[in-house]
């Protein structure tokens, strides 16, 4: 079983739709959960930052982490034709040299 | 504010060449980072430097070395490039060690080809 599991997609919805992106993880050691946007041919940027369980919000994003269940989500209100990208999970652990695990990237596309 | 700059964007090798792909980044961050992302793969760290003067391996650092020139440059090198390495390479930064959910900051990436 890999450590991070992410539907690769691609997810297509209409401009305006709810979207709702999830990864699952196996390793109860991760503590931080992020979300990143990754456009075509350009790098990851960091969208989203979560520290254990919970939901933190940001204007159209938000972000749920469920530990107990080794789940996160984001989702995308009133997503756009802008917010077509791969977005990327990511989590690390807190002790010492722990790296950035990442999810596989789950590209979304948003019809005008 | 320039961020993380990789070069060059896109090169393609024969196998058995040898490249160096450079990376600066202008944050003043500690800890650097070399990715590779391959279709059905994701991300994943072949070399770090947490701060200047250390390096570690990665995930994958096989085929691979880097240098810490300075606080600013990390660079990659493959001595002798095999098709495997084919693939895209970021360079990343953070202002300390990536663990307790420190910030990334990536390049654009490099695109390599080996033939």
């Known amino acids: 079983q890999k450590e991070v599991e992410q539907d690769p997609g691609p997810l297509s919805v209409p401009e305006g739709a709810i979207v709702s992106l999830n990864c699952t993880y196996s390793?109860?050691?991760?503590?931080?959960f992020m979300w990143y946007r990754q456009y075509s041919r350009k790098g990851p940027e960091l969208l989203m930052y979560t520290y254990s369980s919970g939901n933190k919000e940001d204007g159209r994003f938000t972000a749920q982490v469920d530990k107990s269940s080794k789940y996160i989500s984001l989702f995308i209100r009133d997503s756009q034709p802008s917010d077509s990208a791969t977005y990327l999970c990511?989590?690390?652990?807190?002790?010492?040299?722990?790296?950035?695990?990442f999810g596989k990237g789950t590209m979304l596309l948003v019809s005008p | 504010n320039a961020g993380v700059t990789q070069t060059p964007k896109f090169q393609v090798l024969k196998t058995g060449q040898s490249m160096t792909l450079q990376c600066a980044q202008d944050?003043?961050?500690?800890?650097m980072y070399w990715y590779r992302q391959d279709p059905g793969m994701g991300l994943r760290l072949i070399y770090y430097?947490?701060?200047?003067?250390?390096?570690d391996k990665g995930e994958v650092p096989n085929g691979y070395n880097v240098s810490r020139l300075n606080k600013r440059e990390f660079s990659l090198r493959l001595e002798s490039a095999a098709p495997s390495q084919t693939s895209v390479y970021f360079c990343?930064?953070?202002?300390?060690?990536?663990?307790?959910?420190?910030?990334?900051?990536f390049g654009e990436g490099s695109w390599l080809t080996v033939v």
């Open positions: 990511a989590m690390s652990g807190s002790s010492g040299y722990s790296t950035l695990t």
């Open positions: 430097s947490a701060s200047e003067g250390t390096t």
């Open positions: 990343a930064s953070s202002e300390v060690w990536q663990s307790s959910g420190n910030t990334i900051y």
């Open positions: 390793n109860s050691a991760f503590q931080y």
């Open positions: 944050m003043n961050h500690n800890s």
